[in-house]
């Protein structure tokens, strides 16, 4: 191709002619293939997994490093601080989740037939007792022959959180 608009020919032609109607010369090179355009370079996915290994690498070393200066002292000599707090926390409480007593629940759990089944439906709120504590709970469990039963049960802690004794309601 000479110039836009002359062939080989040094004939004019139409701009927009693929090729010389006279020497059949062509003008315009052809345009790549649409297949051509939506393959993607190898080349360039060499430098992108190189940055992804070496974003993933300092990901590693920043969790190894925080794991181990979490948990020792800023410096040799200061000693880890207590809050003092007047509040004083019970051993035996409901959950603010979903009210439910965890010494209570490990116990049905060790005790029940299928503890895989429990589900708990109501709890009261934890009373406390001059011996310890005390909080009613029904829930649904099999039995024996595998048919759920609802049970209503009071549970009385010690002051440690052991439950101690198990009333029918």
């Not at 010369?25 to 790549?32: G, I, T, V």
């Not at 299928?114 to 649904?140: H, L, Q």
Request: proline content about 4%; overall charge positive.
């Amino acid at each position: 191709m000479i110039g836009e608009g002359i062939a080989i020919c040094k004939k004019e032609i139409s701009r927009n002619a693929e090729s010389c109607p006279y020497c059949g010369e062509p003008l315009k090179e052809e345009q790549p293939k649409q297949e051509n355009k939506n393959k993607v370079d190898r080349n360039s996915l060499k430098g992108c997994s190189g940055c992804l290994v070496l974003v993933f690498g300092g990901f590693v070393v920043m969790v190894i490093f925080s794991m181990f200066t979490a948990n020792s002292p800023t410096s040799k000599n200061s000693k880890p601080s207590r809050s003092i707090s007047n509040t004083t926390t019970e051993r035996v409480s409901n959950s603010a989740w979903d009210g439910s007593v965890y010494q209570v629940k490990a116990y049905l759990k060790r005790n029940l037939k299928d503890p895989d089944s429990f589900e708990a439906i109501e709890w009261s709120s934890v009373a406390k007792t001059d011996n310890g504590y005390m909080v009613r709970c029904k829930y649904r469990a099999k039995n024996s022959y595998g048919g759920y039963n609802i049970e209503h049960q009071i549970f009385i802690l010690n002051k440690k959180g052991n439950v101690i004794s198990v009333l029918q309601n």
